[in-house]
Nanobody
């Protein structure tokens, strides 16, 4: 099973920035597409970004395009999410997980951990 530890969340004012980290536990990133997902209160998980660890290709959903940047360091088995121009609607618990991208959307890939297998996540709150 692929395990991840998310960190870096916090309270930030609208327009602010945060950088989230996703540390892969016990495996290297090479060969996996890893993405960021978020879940706002009362809502389903939403895929927002996915990175191909082999060639670095990045994918984003429209809700975060131009504001968020995903990157990875295969040597340190870490994926980051740099979030700028944060909005109150970005408030959610953020998770990383295996992903794939199709037709403008980022999806959770159940091939490795089964369906709906999430880590502890990291809380991001955007509020003044």
């Amino acid at each position: 099973q692929l395990q991840f530890v998310e960190s870096g969340g916090g309270l930030v004012q609208p327009g602010g920035s945060l950088r989230l980290s996703c540390a892969a536990s016990g495996f290297t990133l090479v060969g996996y597409d890893i993405g960021w997902f978020r879940q706002a209160p009362g809502k389903e998980h939403e895929g927002i970004s996915c990175i191909n660890s082999a060639d670095g290709s990045q994918y984003y959903t429209d809700s975060v395009k131009g504001r968020f940047t995903i990157s990875s360091d295969n040597a340190n088995s870490t994926v980051w999410l740099h979030m700028n121009s944060l909005k109150p609607e970005d408030t959610a618990v953020y998770y990383c997980a295996p992903c794939y991208y199709h037709s403008g959307y980022v999806y959770y890939d159940p091939a490795y951990n089964g369906y709906d297998s999430w880590g502890q996540g990291t809380q991001v709150t955007v509020s003044s």
